[in-house]
């Protein structure tokens, strides 16, 4: 299939797994999604089902691996794309302290040429999957437009047209994960400037997007804008995708209309012995700034975590919005 990148939701880890997909595709039925980044390790020795299953209601969705090794990548595009997903990601951002062990994710700024093998390795593993790269502007001492500029070009000579650029540098020495997130400044005309220098590749801008209208002003002049944590955090964000950058209607008329869409699918999962935490931990930002939006939350909290909970809690919480809204008007 042909994938539009106009607008996508990044890869988080611990936040983009399967459930929070689902739920988001409550939202949106045209934002491209992604998992969590898997290793090549992971995905080739652990438990596929766990790690990689998936619902159709998902795509489109994409895989994110993070590897230094082209064999490994190759296997683990391979079992991706076999396994029905619509895109391979190759992770070149995460500046983590487990993905600098292991030499991948934003570490590989710094070897353009490696980093080229491995998308080489992770088309010829999938070969009918587009593979993409996400990445950041540099690590460290790098000077922004050169390593950025290298990095592309290395790629894009051995046939990657797809880029998602995190417009930050990494510090991978002196900044946490958390740190990289919000300190290093972000320099959204840089990516620009790469868009310009080589149009006939497509360009994502990621990085400290607030919120829909500040990702639609900043995508001028590039290709698609993948919004990170403001589409998690308030996921209402995501009914206005649809209609905005797509020019379709949304899947759910509003938020209460989207937790009932929800319901079938966690009734599922609960029958398959998932805990409703692990879904509704997804849903708590849905009425962030709404009347009743803090009792919503504080319902899913407290009653969501206890065993056996089920939909119940969801219709209460959910009546608490309504009893809400009643009050306010």
Same mark, same amino acid.
Request: hydrophobic share 45%.
């Given at each position: 299939?042909?994938?539009?990148?106009?607008?996508?939701?990044?890869?988080?880890?611990?936040?983009?797994?399967?459930?929070?997909?689902?739920?988001?595709?409550?939202?949106?039925?045209?934002?491209?999604?992604?998992?969590?980044?898997?290793?090549?390790?992971?995905?080739?020795?652990?438990?596929?089902?766990?790690?990689?299953?998936?619902?159709?209601?998902?795509?489109?969705?994409?895989?994110?691996?993070?590897?230094?090794?082209? +064999? @490994?990548?190759?296997? !683990? *595009?391979?079992? =991706? #794309?076999?396994?029905?997903?619509?895109? &391979?990601?190759?992770? /070149? $951002?995460?500046?983590?302290?487990?993905?600098?062990?292991?030499?991948?994710?934003?570490?590989?700024?710094?070897?353009?040429?490696?980093? +080229? @093998?491995?998308?080489? !390795? *992770?088309?010829? =593993? #999938?070969?009918?999957?587009?593979?993409? &790269?996400?990445?950041? /502007? $540099?690590?460290?001492?790098?000077?922004?437009?050169?390593?950025?500029?290298?990095?592309?070009?290395?790629?894009?000579?051995?046939?990657?047209?797809?880029?998602?650029?995190? *417009?930050?540098?990494?510090?991978?020495?002196?900044?946490?994960?958390?740190?990289?997130?919000?300190?290093?400044?972000?320099?959204?005309?840089?990516?620009?400037?790469?868009?310009?220098?080589?149009?006939?590749?497509?360009?994502?801008?990621?990085?400290?997007?607030?919120?829909?209208?500040?990702?639609?002003?900043?995508?001028?002049?590039?290709?698609?804008?993948?919004?990170?944590?403001?589409?998690?955090?308030?996921?209402?964000?995501?009914?206005?995708?649809?209609?905005?950058?797509?020019?379709?209607?949304?899947?759910?008329?509003?938020?209460?209309?989207?937790?009932?869409?929800?319901?079938?699918?966690?009734?599922?999962?609960?029958?398959?012995?998932?805990?409703?935490?692990?879904?509704?931990?997804?849903?708590?930002?849905?009425?962030?700034?709404?009347?009743?939006?803090?009792?919503?939350?504080?319902?899913?909290?407290?009653?969501?975590?206890?065993?056996?909970?089920?939909?119940?809690?969801?219709?209460?919480?959910?009546?608490?919005?309504?009893?809400?809204?009643?009050?306010?008007?």
């Amino acid at each position: 299939m042909k994938i539009d990148r106009r607008f996508s939701i990044a890869p988080m880890m611990d936040w983009t797994d399967r459930h929070c997909r689902a739920f988001h595709r409550t939202l949106t039925r045209r934002a491209l999604l992604y998992t969590e980044m898997l290793t090549a390790d992971a995905v080739i020795h652990g438990d596929r089902e766990r790690l990689l299953g998936f619902s159709d209601v998902e795509h489109p969705v994409a895989l994110q691996l993070g590897g230094s090794e082209p +064999a @490994k990548m190759a296997e !683990a *595009a391979r079992i =991706g #794309a076999a396994l029905g997903y619509d895109e &391979i990601n190759l992770n /070149i $951002g995460c500046p983590s302290d487990r993905v600098q062990a292991g030499r991948f994710g934003a570490c590989l700024m710094r070897e353009p040429e490696l980093a +080229a @093998k491995l998308w080489r !390795a *992770a088309q010829e =593993g #999938a070969r009918d999957v587009p593979v993409t &790269i996400k990445s950041r /502007i $540099g690590v460290d001492d790098q000077e922004p437009r050169e390593a950025l500029f290298a990095l592309v070009d290395a790629c894009a000579a051995e046939g990657c047209t797809s880029f998602t650029v995190h *417009a930050r540098k990494a510090w991978l020495s002196g900044l946490s994960p958390k740190e990289n997130r919000d300190v290093p400044p972000l320099d959204y005309e840089l990516v620009r400037e790469l868009k310009r220098a080589r149009p006939g590749l497509q360009i994502i801008l990621n990085g400290g997007l607030r919120d829909l209208d500040h990702a639609i002003e900043e995508s001028v002049g590039l290709d698609g804008v993948m919004l990170g944590r403001a589409a998690y955090q308030t996921p209402a964000t995501l009914m206005n995708v649809d209609t905005r950058v797509f020019g379709e209607a949304a899947p759910s008329e509003s938020r209460e209309a989207a937790v009932e869409a929800y319901l079938p699918y966690i009734e599922q999962q609960l029958a398959a012995g998932v805990a409703l935490h692990a879904m509704t931990r997804h849903m708590l930002g849905l009425f962030a700034a709404q009347p009743g939006g803090r009792l919503w939350r504080r319902v899913l909290s407290e009653q969501g975590v206890r065993h056996g909970a089920g939909v119940e809690v969801v219709r209460a919480a959910l009546a608490e919005v309504t009893q809400a809204h009643a009050r306010a008007a």
